[in-house]
């Protein structure tokens, strides 16, 4: 039996297909996988599974760690080519507005998209004195336990906010959203102040401010930017007036540029 992902079907008989298949299984995981999980979710033989991601380590599309696979950086940066409406690359729409708000505040910044029920991170400007954080370009990271997550869901569609609701809320810290109720909470807050909080709830010692990034009609958030601190230093609120205009004027890029 197929589960987690795509049914194979005919367009998967080709090598290109069976790829895809892989590729997509691969996406839909929150977490690396073995060639007999991916085998099970895809319908396919294992050696087959295992001929594949060989080919497409090879080309910087799967990662191999301790025989568990996981999408490669290469994967994101042919995804970040796909227009976002007509304005184009929305990394490089982004990127003077990220750098401007490192240089006012010194703190990490990232900039990202929902990928399903996960954050998908476009780009990262961090310093040597920002707070570590394990994140990077083309990451992933479960929506509810992030700023940014909060700041994309509380203005994304409602099939996809139940899609978020009605899966596990996996506890990466003390502090995580532990159930869909804390999180419609949390999402409300959200929605009456304009920004997203997220105080150690994804990494310990790290506090976050999110804001979204709208599309044209400012009717739904297309992206969204935050500014993270350790908690032991500054508040990542003494920050809040930056992070808005970042997000403002790169929503107004984005707008100016789908005309």
């Given at each position: 039996m197929v589960t987690g992902g795509r049914e194979p079907s005919a367009k998967s008989d080709t090598s290109v297909g069976k790829g895809l298949c892989v590729l997509d299984a691969l996406a839909t995981s929150r977490a690396p996988l073995g060639v007999s999980e991916i085998a099970h979710r895809t319908g396919m033989a294992k050696s087959t599974i295992h001929r594949l991601l060989m080919s497409m380590i090879s080309h910087g599309y799967v990662a191999k760690v301790d025989d568990r696979y996981s999408l490669a950086d290469r994967v994101f940066e042919v995804g970040n080519r796909v227009q976002v409406g007509e304005v184009g690359n929305l990394r490089e729409s982004a990127a003077p507005y990220l750098a401007e708000l490192f240089a006012l505040t010194?703190?990490?910044?990232?900039?990202?998209?929902?990928?399903?029920?996960?954050?998908?991170?476009?780009?990262?400007?961090?310093?040597?004195?920002?707070?570590?954080?394990?994140t990077r370009v083309g990451g992933r990271r479960p929506a509810y336990a992030t700023g940014l997550g909060?700041?994309?869901?509380?203005?994304?569609?409602?099939?996809?906010?139940?899609?978020?609701?009605?899966?596990?809320?996996?506890?990466?810290?003390?502090?995580?959203?532990?159930?869909?109720?804390?999180?419609?909470?949390?999402?409300?807050?959200?929605?009456?102040?304009?920004?997203?909080?997220?105080?150690?709830?994804?990494?310990?010692?790290?506090?976050?401010?999110a804001a979204p990034v709208w599309n044209a009609d400012a009717t739904r958030a297309v992206a969204a930017i935050s500014l993270s601190c350790t908690v032991s230093g500054r508040s990542p609120s003494r920050y809040r007036t930056a992070l808005n205009d970042a997000a403002r004027q790169l929503s107004a890029a984005l707008a100016s540029g789908s005309r």
């Open positions: 010194r703190q990490t910044v990232h900039l990202g998209v929902l990928n399903g029920s996960d954050v998908l991170y476009v780009d990262k400007v961090a310093g040597t004195s920002s707070p570590r954080m394990t909060k700041a994309l869901l509380a203005f994304a569609s409602p099939p996809v906010v139940k899609q978020t609701l009605a899966g596990s809320f996996k506890r990466f810290t003390a502090y995580t959203v532990p159930d869909a109720q804390r999180m419609k909470q949390s999402l409300v807050r959200v929605r009456e102040t304009g920004v997203a909080t997220d105080y150690e709830e994804s990494f310990l010692g790290v506090a976050c401010l």
